[in-house]
């Protein structure tokens, strides 16, 4: 899968980032922070744990873990297990 | 009996049923059964989110979906991250990880997988992710076949509990080897959970029975007919096998022995 963002109503000019996220290459608008992602992707963040380069992020570090070209990018949530 | 509890690392729990949250028809009777089940602890699955990308012209969004965390209230119950479906150390590890950020807290029930078709654990690579985790911090519930000396490296590990199978996942077969969950039961000398393979209320009971310190199960709530009142059967179950297990059962005898008094006989 390979979908593109609108850069929409940013200020920053236009950087086309291509990532791997949750295993399909992403192409979308950067810069972007962690947390800008999970905005863009209506994702609540406090529901969820990111992954980024196979490391786990701390709840309090999505802002200021910018994402960068090729990044890795893993974002899990709990589910029905047993 | 209320001092009973189900003690694991710092935490005690009075129910010692521990329940899934996987293959439920609906949230609302998954819902309903953790209720009549009684338990206090839960197991859920860490899995990739849904991706939705938004359309390039603003195009509207798919619904949001509705989260596992929408139904469990997570003030009542504890919240057991599994790394089911894993088949690597690294990635129960990795799973482990993202559970932890996921539910803040730092237990792990872990699974390694080694076939797909028995989901028969891995032993050798359970015991690799057990060392690390254990040494990260983490409060590590280990699932693993029934076999003593693999309990035992488990616990020697640092594993918090020895969570040996019953028989295979899903499969509803019972206890296949009751032996060996003796044997483990005598060599554990941390909580030994009995994990999969239930399928009915009498195997939870019977579990009890050998001395396990706790009983977890899915599909055998989940899949019932009724999955509510499989529930509350298998909190009956579980109180009734650790009562009779406390109470100290008596001898099988292979012959006869009378309950009513032998002498006094009418006509003799």
New interface residues.
């Given amino acids: 899968m390979c979908a593109k963002m609108s850069p929409g109503a940013s200020a920053h000019p236009f950087i086309p980032l291509t990532i791997q996220l949750n295993g399909d290459r992403v192409e979308m608008p950067g810069p972007l922070t962690v947390s800008e992602l999970l905005a863009r992707l209506a994702i609540d963040a406090r529901r969820v744990a990111v992954e980024h380069n196979l490391v786990v992020l701390k709840r309090g570090t999505l802002d200021e873990i910018v994402v960068h070209e090729g990044d890795q990018i893993e974002i899990v949530n709990f589910v029905g297990g047993g | 009996m209320n001092s009973d509890n189900l003690i694991i690392a710092d935490k005690s729990f009075s129910s010692r049923l521990i329940v899934?949250?996987?293959?439920?028809a609906s949230a609302a009777v998954?819902v309903r059964a953790h209720e009549a089940s009684g338990a206090e602890m839960i197991?859920?699955?860490?899995?990739?989110?849904n991706?939705?990308?938004?359309g390039?012209?603003?195009a509207p969004?798919a619904p949001?979906e509705a989260?596992?965390?929408d139904y469990i209230d997570t003030s009542k119950y504890f919240?057991l991250?599994?790394t089911?479906g894993c088949y690597t150390a690294d990635e129960a590890i990795?799973t482990a990880?993202?559970?932890?950020?996921?539910?803040l807290s730092h237990w792990v029930k872990l699974e390694v997988i080694g076939d797909e078709r028995t989901l028969f654990p891995d032993t050798e690579q359970l015991l690799e992710a057990t060392r690390v985790l254990v040494r990260e911090g983490f409060v590590v519930l280990p699932y693993t076949n029934d076999d003593p000396i693999v309990c035992r490296k488990l616990e020697d590990a640092g594993a918090a509990a020895v969570m040996p199978l019953g028989a295979p996942?899903?499969s509803g077969l019972g206890i296949q080897n009751v032996n060996n969950i003796r044997i483990i039961r005598e060599f554990a000398r941390v909580p030994l959970i009995v994990d999969?393979g239930v399928g009915t209320a009498s195997d939870a009971a019977l579990a009890m029975e050998l001395g396990a310190d706790g009983v977890?199960?899915?599909?055998a709530i989940a899949g019932a007919q009724d999955p509510v009142a499989m529930a509350e059967s298998m909190k009956l179950a579980v109180r009734a096998g650790r009562l009779a297990c406390l109470a100290g059962r008596i001898p099988r005898k292979l012959y006869a022995n009378a309950s009513s008094p032998i002498e006094g006989l009418v006509g003799r």
């Fill in positions: 899934g949250t996987g293959k439920y998954m197991t859920v699955a860490v899995r990739r989110v991706i939705a990308l938004p390039a012209a603003g969004r949001k989260s596992l965390l919240l991250p599994n089911a990795r990880r993202l559970g932890r950020e996921a539910g996942i899903g999969a977890l199960m899915n599909t």
